[in-house]
Nanobody
Framework: QVQPVESGGGLVRAGGSLRLSCAASGRTFGMYAMGWFRQAPGKDREFVAAITWIGGTTYYANFVKGRFAISRDNAKNTLYLQMNSLEPEDTAVYYC??????????????????WGQGTQVTVSS
């Protein structure tokens, strides 16, 4: 199995930037994609971005609006999320997830088998 571990969260002012990292350990061979999801208090978990592990094809939620960029370093088994122009509405716990399923539906959380514990991102106004 894969164990994702997130880092890089914190407190930032509106308009600022943060870079999240997710180190994937364990059996990463054959992993199809990784993604970022977030969950704000009182809200459902929502898709942020995903990337296929071999080809590097990226997928984004509409609300990202070009502010976020997902990337990966295969040699380090690490996933990244560069977040710019942060808004208070981006405040949430951000989760990294890994999947082996190749059937698409990158926005659907149940398609991801392994999840990290999350990292808190707080954007002040």
């Amino acid at each position: 199995q894969v164990q994702p571990v997130e880092s890089g969260g914190g407190l930032v002012r509106a308009g600022g930037s943060l870079r999240l990292s997710c180190a994937a350990s364990g059996r990463t061979f054959g992993m199809y994609a990784m993604g970022w999801f977030r969950q704000a208090p009182g809200k459902d978990r929502e898709f942020v971005a995903a990337i296929t592990w071999i080809g590097g094809t990226t997928y984004y939620a509409n609300f990202v609006k070009g502010r976020f960029a997902i990337s990966r370093d295969n040699a380090k088994n690490t996933l990244y999320l560069q977040m710019n122009s942060l808004e208070p509405e981006d405040t949430a716990v951000y989760y990294c997830a890994a999947r082996y399923d190749t059937s698409g539906n990158f926005e659907t959380a149940i398609m991801y088998r392994y999840w990290g514990q999350g990292t808190q991102v707080t954007v002040s106004s």
